[in-house]
T-cell receptor, first 109, second 117 residues
Framework: GQNIDQPTEMTATEGAIVQINCTYQ??????LFWYQQHAGEAPTFLSY??LDGLEEKGRFSSFLSRSKGYSYLLLKELQMKDSASYLC??????????WGAGTKLIIKP | GAVVSQHPSWVICKSGTSVKIECRSL??????MFWYRQFPKQSLMLMAT?????????EQGVEKDKFLINHASLTLSTLTVTSAHPEDSSFYIC?????????????FGPGTRLTVL
């Protein structure tokens, strides 16, 4: 079966750095996406990785290791507005997105 | 670019009535649209994949006669919840697939919150 695992909840302090991990087992691989979802809103796109390595975009970076079926989202200089759920999703061989359950990130002052 | 709209953004209805939700890609053509449902504190659950001009493909456990999907044009897909019941109350989100240079990206609508009394 297809499976995406990520921690249910994480807590971090404003101004700090947090890393959210995601491991996956899917039928084929056409890229891994990270989305941010605030409560009551639809997901918004953060990043896409299809090749191994680190993709940096401002305060957010995403890393992929296809051989390990592993990715992480790194958030730097955390702000209160970063409190949200972060969803890891893998596009399988049929170009369908397989979703993780999401990681709720709580930022404390 | 790549904006997806949904209408209505929220709806409250009586049990037994039908509710139609529209999903539109405003500035691009989407041959494929997806309908998701999300219950509180849970992840997105794909309900069906909608292809323009053909019948939708439903995920296992989703009743096709209850959740009617029509993808009549390259910019519009509709989801009709027929004979809605309180257990159908949920956050319904559509997304439209757009081809990028090297990958396919899904753009999400803002969601429709359905409450069935």
């Amino acid at each position: 079966g297809q499976n995406i695992d990520q921690p249910t909840e994480m807590t971090a302090t404003e101004g700090a750095i947090v890393q959210i991990n995601c491991t996956y087992q899917t039928s084929g691989f056409n890229g891994l996406f990270w989305y941010q979802q605030h409560a009551g809103e639809a997901p918004t796109f953060l990043s896409y990785n299809v090749l191994d390595g680190l993709e940096e975009k401002g305060r957010f970076s995403s890393f992929l290791s296809r051989s390990k079926g592993y990715s992480y989202l790194l958030l730097k200089e955390l702000q209160m507005k970063d409190s949200a759920s972060y969803l890891c999703a893998v596009m399988d061989s049929n170009y369908q997105l397989i979703w993780g359950a999401g990681t709720k990130l709580i930022i404390k002052p | 670019g790549a904006v997806v709209s949904q209408h209505p953004s929220w709806v409250i209805c009586k049990s037994g009535t039908s509710v139609k939700i529209e999903c539109r890609s405003l500035d691009f053509q989407a041959t494929t649209m997806f309908w998701y449902r999300q219950f509180p504190k849970q992840s997105l659950m794909l309900m069906a994949t909608s292809n323009e001009g053909s019948k939708a493909t439903y995920e296992q456990g989703v009743e096709k006669d209850k959740f009617l999907i029509n993808h009549a044009s390259l910019t519009l897909s509709t989801l009709t919840v027929t004979s809605a019941h309180p257990e159908d109350s949920s956050f319904y989100i559509c997304s439209a697939r757009a081809e990028r240079e090297s990958y396919n990206e899904q753009f999400f609508g803002p969601g429709t919150r359905l409450t069935v009394l």
